[in-house]
């Protein structure tokens, strides 16, 4: 290529001096990552969609010539360059061309000492060099001489309204079940996002999940794994999508976020308030990006009625209405059979952290709901975790929880510190007829907000209905609704917040706090009797059987 032709020309010496010149320690193995690996291994097709994806944003002046020139003298045009996140794009684009070719088995033979080298460069500016080039000079030296020609398709530079691989999000999946199939089959349809692998305890569903990825990709490229943990020991996946059942949640999301992935985990995220917080506490420390899988909260009618209770449209806002189902607490247990194979099934994992039992066939298949063992908050956050969490938002509670909890028998009264009154309403048919309390035409997990002005109800339907023809004009245009189980804008938060780095919709303080309010909800039900909370210290205030109670054992399952 012409730019390597022109610089064997020059003394090589100078150079690698001047390039090594312009930055620090730190930066030096990202130098000899791009000098030696980009420019003669990739050549000018990462300076193209640098180009095209980066400097044509910031309106840059320079053109591909300077660019390049720049790179291989280490000008002062290198700031500018880090500023603008060059070697983070450089290094991920090569990791990604470089899955690119082994994939398609383009290269049989060993790697070129170069590419290797700039495989194992570190976090820190570290690098792992070939011990017959010890040196700075030497190994740059022995990078630049080790130009391959490569012809790379248009749709490894994003051409053609393609994404390049260095701009994907590689994902993997954790339990995939009827709720991960429609939650993944979402998250396939995003371009920018590739699912690489899924693991599951079950082999029929391992393989129903790879049927459908590898079927979507035209591939057969999907890797499948009993154990979850193999797959978190995989450093090229990002992020995880979270979808076993209850009993998993939270430890597979820390075990997850420890491995230094971010986390889309189903509701609800934790058994306990103990859970809740841990995960809240193990994201933050570990600074990676969580969305709880309440997706109502980027759904456009719900998003609109929250709206309507901050904006101050209902007027002064007194009471918020979350349905729910009539909770239960089943502790009894089905009949022993005999456990499959652990190829087919593996008993051990499937009950993870939940109480041992024996096996029965209804459990993998999903008749584990409303057993105590494996649900959560007497199954208040089955519906719980999505209307709680929209009221929480209503009512700009996000940061907090409500202060008491009293329990009747046709729903739960809560009250904030502010004065607002949450009402969790009990629906005995909530796939039925859900009048009169409901609009039952506005579909399943309806909330109602109510203002001394007015008040605005809403549910899975997309439909809205409100009090007054005043309120009734402000209501955005009903045409294209989406539905409230449609994952495909909350799917769409997360992985730009994976990119951005910014906090999700459904952050870990959002969940823990909307969690913690269901599970003080349905502690006060299960002890039959008002509580009182201190969203503070989130613990009930004078009352250890109630605080006993925010934890429960966890089974040694490793």
Known sequence: MQIVAEARTRNSEDV??????????????????????????????????????VLKSHQCDVNLT?????????????????????????????????????????????????????????????TMMNKHASTRRKFLGASLAAAVPLILPAH???????????????????????????D?????????????????????????????????????????????????????????????????????????????????SEKPCGLTIELCQRLAATMNATGRVFQA???????????????????GKLGKLHTVYASVYIPTLDISWLPGEQAPAKAECDWNMWLGPAAWRPYNNQYVTGKWRGYSDFDSGARLLDWGAHTVDLCQW????????????????????????????????FLPTPFGERGPNWITKLGTCPVRFVGDEGWIETGDSGETEVSTDTLRRELKDAAGKVKGL????????????????????????????????????????????????????????????????????ARTWT
């Not at 398609?104 to 080298?117: D, E, G, H, I, Q």
């Not at 899988?293 to 901050?310: D, H, L, Y």
Request: hydrophobic content about 40%.
């Open 16 to 53: 690698l001096d001047s390039a090594s010149s312009q930055l620090g320690e730190g930066d030096f193995a990202c130098v000899t990552q791009l000098s030696g690996s980009v420019i003669d291994f990739i050549g000018q097709s990462i300076l193209r969609a640098f180009y095209d994806h």
């Open 66 to 126: 300077s660019l390049s020139f720049c790179l291989l003298t280490g000008c002062e045009f290198w700031p500018k360059l880090l500023d603008w996140g060059f070697i983070k794009f450089a290094r991920r684009y090569l990791r990604d061309v470089t899955r690119l070719i082994l994939r398609r088995r383009a290269v049989r033979t060993k790697l070129p000492r170069a590419l290797n080298s700039a495989l194992c460069v570190r976090k820190y500016g570290e």
């Open 156 to 182: 490894v530079l994003g051409r053609g309204g393609a994404v390049a691989p260095s701009d994907k999000i590689t994902l993997g999946v954790i339990g995939i079940g009827p709720r991960c199939t429609y």
């Open 184 to 264: 993944l089959t979402a998250m396939l349809g995003l371009a920018d996002v590739q699912c690489v692998a899924i693991a599951d305890v079950q082999a029929s569903r391992r393989d129903a999940g790879k049927t459908l990825v590898d079927k979507h990709y035209g591939t057969a490229d999907c890797k499948l794994y009993g154990d979850f943990r193999e797959l978190l020991d995989r450093k090229d996946i990002d992020a995880v999508l979270v979808a076993t059942g209850d009993r998993w949640h939270a430890d597979a999301s820390m075990l997850a976020a420890k491995a230094g992935k971010d986390v889309y």
């Open 293 to 311: 899988g309440t997706q109502r909260r980027s759904v456009p009618n719900f998003v609109q009625a929250v709206e309507f209770a901050q904006s």
């Open 394 to 425: 209503a009512n700009k509670a996000d940061q907090t929880t409500p202060v008491s909890f009293e329990p009747s028998d046709t729903g739960i009264t809560c009250m904030y510190e502010n004065g607002v009154k949450l009402i969790l309403d």
């Open 486 to 553: 449609d994952v495909t804008a909350h799917a769409r938060n997360f992985f730009d917040s994976v990119k951005s780095r910014q906090p999700t919709v459904a952050n870990p303080e959002v969940m823990r706090n909307s969690h913690v309010a269901c599970h003080a909800a349905a502690l006060s039900w299960i002890l039959k009797r008002k509580l009182t909370f201190d969203p503070a210290n989130q613990a009930f205030v004078n009352d250890d059987e109630a605080n006993r109670l925010r934890t429960r054992s």
